[in-house]
Each structure stands twice: as C-alpha cells, then as structure tokens.
C-alpha cells in the first residue's frame, strides 16, 4: 500500500476516485461542496433524492462525474459534524477504505483528512488515516493454500492537506503512520501465527532478521547455558515442560548518544501456554498462542523506532519458552531461585508469565536504564477488570505511568491506570519462600504486578497488562498489534520532549 500527500481542488483531481465526506443530514462537506459547484449541483440533487443521508459509516459510489476529472467519486457519511469522535473518524476511514477496496479502485485521492474531530490537528488525522487504512487492508492469510484475492485492491492513497505549506507536516505525520503500521503488521503476523511454528527458536529468528535490516540495531540470543549461568532459575523453570529451549532475546537500538540512558522495553514472550501443570480448559486454548503478543509488541514498536530512526536509545529485552504439562514440569508448591536470589514458590503453574518476567526485569539492571516497561498478556483479571477497550497500566513511577497514558490518548491505543498501593502486597506472603506467584482471586492483575514490582526497585518502571486488548475472539479472532501505536507515540514523545529541553538550554546560554 502506498501513500502519498498532496494539496488542490478535488474537482481538478486526474484520479481513479475523489473521496469526499457528507455530514448529517445530507450536508455535504467542503471538497463535496467543491465538486458540487463545479458539476452544476449534481451532488445536491442526488442527495435530495434521498440516495444518500449521511449517516456514519454509510457510501455512495458516484460514476462519471460531472464538471469533475477523476472517473469517480466516493460520497462517505460522516454522520453529525460537531459529534465526530476519535473512534467515528476511525469508522469513516475505514468504510471508505472498505468500499474503495472492494469496488476494484486501485487509487483515489481523500479529502477525508478536512473533516473536523474535536481536539484533533492535521497530523493526527493524516496518521489516523495510514494507520486506519493498514488495519482495513490486513490481511492473515499467510498459510492459507488459496487466499481471497481481490481482482484489482486498493494500492495507492493520496491524501490531501488544506494549503501548501502543510505539505511538510503532512509527509511527516503519513511517516509515522507507516512506521506505526508496520510495528502493528509485524506484530499482528507473530501473534496469528500458530505455537507449532511461533517457537521460542522462531521468534529469535525473527529478531535476528530485524538485527540485519537495520544499522542501528544489534541483536544478541541467550540459549540454555547462558541463562543456567546468569542464574535464571525462575525463567527456566518455566521452560522444563517443554521440548522447546528457552531464549532471552536482547536487541538494542542506538539511535542517541552514548551518554543517553536508554528505555528498556521487556515483552513476555510465552509462544504457547497450556497452563503447565494447573492445565487450562480445553475451550479456546487455541488462543493461547497469543501468549507473546508482549514480546510481538515489544518487536513492533522497535521496527517501528527503527523505521522513523528515533533519536533515541531503546533496548528490547523478550524471555520467550513455552508453558506444557510434562513430568519435568513445575509443580505446584514447587520453590525456585530467580536471578535476583529471590525464592519463589509456584502455587500455579499458569501465573508463568511473571515467572519469566521477573528474571528479565533483574537482567535489564545492567543497562541502566532511564525507564522500563514491561508488556504482556498477564492476567484474565484485566479482562475482568477493563474489557478489551483499554490495557491496564500500573507503576513506580506517577510521571511515567502519566505520560504512558497520555501517549495512549493521542495515539487512540487507549491504557487506564490501575493502584499499585502497598496494601495489595500484603496478598503476596509464603510460609516456604520471600514470595508466591499468585496472590489470591481479589485485584489479580495488581497482585500480579506487585509481584513484579519486587523486581524493580532499581528504575522508574511501568507494567502494562494486554491480556484484553492484545487479541480479538470469536468470528474476527486474530491478533490486534496492540499496544504498538500506544508505546511508538510513547517514544516520539520522549524524543520530542528532549528536543523541547535542548532549545531551551540553548536559549537560556545566549
């Protein structure tokens, strides 16, 4: 799919189609009204027909016409101008996306980027627009032996800005959409794969593939050895039921100075998990390939800093193993050693991603880093908790949480901050060991992460739970790529905030 920004009247557009807006009720919008004027009032009479009201959502494909040059022009309802939300903007887009793919339009030219959303600027609209336009045309049909093709898809969107001098913002804010966009392919692509071929061994390879594409970044695997070594006795434990060797993936992104301290994202990248000794029901444990979707999301948003070649130092750190049922296998009441000296007594084999984590967190010590996020499909109390519309946040450090949140805002990939207060850890006791794996049914997602917080007592850290919006069941089951757009907006606003202090340091010497 390829994007492009342009500026000019939609009525003098040589294009395949014009993709213009109609607000409720049968109001069009300005490049409409454009197109109206220049044909004579075509447009006006055929929504007085009643062809079309403008409702969200809802098209019209107009053929031959007149007074304009593109061959066709697409009417989008908008549904009420002054109700248009993040969401309803992200609808309008994806129904003319949708409409233009299907009807064999291999190129149109949108005006959809003038429409008016509350609190929103040219460039989010633009980036919405890549990003939306990516989602609609995602196909996961990799392994399928006869796909779906459509005759003549939709290849080539140009989006257009108001004046000239939007044209700068414009091709910046479409960059960033693509880089987000490709973070969330890669993301979407390892999580829909199934565990017999997404194996601890295949997610490093992926990894390496990312170290060659890329000058900046370098990638390092750790086998077995290795982690026996480092003293890794909680992450390997997990690893014992399985056929498959663990793997600790380091990837690290040099893109600052070498004094600047990196941020440190650790992904939890459980390839399958069948719950190990404390099984699971049977029914839809087909989805628990999605269990590394933290470490597909850690991946996505480092192609994504990759391809935007963020002046920053960013660090991916995935402990990734498989959690089956085997004779090796943890048991229940079992006491491991984590990396930290820590004992840990598993009261449940299936809180294993903490179990992983835990030695990551310890691990990532070494790089000093100035924040840490961890990211992972933890716990079904989240699920419980927020839905699958938000990912749950919780931290050490308000600041941090603070501008996760915002980022989650501005990006759409939406988070809501859960209490990592004291008393929670009161939950967390052991007669055996310093501390259990699980603390009880009551508030399981902070239990859960005040198990991790015991970890990162070194760093400003932050835990972000994606066990409901990392995947979609049912009849549109698949991976979301969630929360790449959420942690890339993350990083650009850690960027853009340092260039900020750098102007005003340079300011105040003058």
């Not at 454009?34 to 075509?42: I, N, R």
């Not at 070498?258 to 099984?279: E, H, N, W």
């Not at 501005?410 to 929670?424: H, I, T």
Request: aromatic letters at 4%; one cysteine or more; charged letters at 25%.
């Amino acid at each position: 799919m390829e994007f492009s920004i342009k500026s000019g009247s939609p009525e003098k557009q040589r294009s395949a189609c014009v993709v213009v807006g109609v607000f409720e009720p049968r109001r069009l919008s300005p490049a409409a009204e454009a197109l109206d004027k220049a044909s004579d009032g075509f447009l006006s009479t055929v929504l007085r027909r009643g062809d079309m009201e403008g409702k969200l959502g809802k098209t019209l494909l107009i053929h031959n016409p007149q007074g304009a040059m593109a061959d066709r022009v697409l009417l989008v309802g908008c549904g009420r101008e002054r109700d248009i939300s993040d969401q309803q903007y992200r609808e309008i887009i994806g129904s003319a996306v949708t409409r233009l793919d299907e009807t064999g339009t291999m190129e149109a030219t949108c005006y959809l980027t003038e429409i008016n959303v509350k609190g929103r600027d040219l460039h989010w609209k633009v980036r919405q627009t890549v990003e939306c336009s990516r989602e609609i045309l995602y196909r996961a049909d990799t392994l399928k032996t006869k796909k779906d093709d459509i005759r003549r898809p939709l290849r080539k969107l140009i989006l257009t800005v108001p004046r000239r001098s939007d044209l700068g913002n414009g091709e910046l804010a479409m960059r960033e959409g693509e880089a987000i966009a490709e973070g969330v392919s890669l993301a979407k692509d390892l999580g829909n794969l199934p565990g017999n071929i997404c194996t601890p061994a295949y997610l490093a390879k992926q990894a390496v593939s990312q170290g060659k594409k890329y000058n900046k970044l370098k990638v390092e695997i750790l086998q077995q050895a290795q982690l026996e070594k480092l003293g890794m006795g909680s992450f390997l434990s997990v690893a014992k039921g399985s056929r498959e060797a663990p793997h600790l993936i380091i990837a690290e992104y040099k893109g600052g100075t070498s004094k600047q301290k990196p941020v440190v994202l650790v992904g939890k990248g459980i390839t399958f998990d069948a719950g190990g000794i404390s099984i699971k029901p049977s029914a839809a444990m087909d989805e628990m390939k999605y269990d590394m979707c933290g470490a597909a999301t850690v991946l996505g948003a480092l192609t994504a800093c990759c391809e935007l070649e963020l002046p920053i130092n960013l660090v991916a750190v995935i402990p990734t193993c498989e959690n089956l049922p085997d004779g090796a296998a943890n048991k229940p009441g079992d006491i491991v050693t984590s990396m930290s000296g820590k004992t840990i007594e598993v009261l449940n084999t299936d809180a294993e991603g903490r179990l992983i984590l835990c030695d990551a967190l310890t691990y990532i010590e070494r790089f000093s880093p100035d924040a840490v996020i961890d990211v992972a499909t933890l716990t079904g109390a989240c699920v419980i908790a927020l839905g699958r519309h938000a990912s749950g946040v919780l931290g050490n450090h308000p600041p941090l949480v603070h501008d996760l949140l915002n980022a989650g805002k501005s990006s759409g990939d939406r988070a809501w901050e859960l209490p990592l207060w004291d008393e929670y850890q009161d939950q967390l006791k052991s007669n055996f060991a310093d501390i259990p794996n699980i603390g009880g049914r009551e508030g399981g997602t902070i239990t859960a992460a005040c198990f991790l917080s015991r970890f990162t007592k070194k760093y400003h850290w932050a835990h972000m739970d994606i066990a409901g919006t990392a995947w979609i069941s049912g009849e549109k089951k698949g991976a979301t790529g969630r929360p790449v757009p959420l942690l890339t907006q993350y990083l650009i606003d850690r960027c853009e905030s340092k260039d900020k202090t750098r102007g005003k340091s340079a300011k105040s010497k003058k």
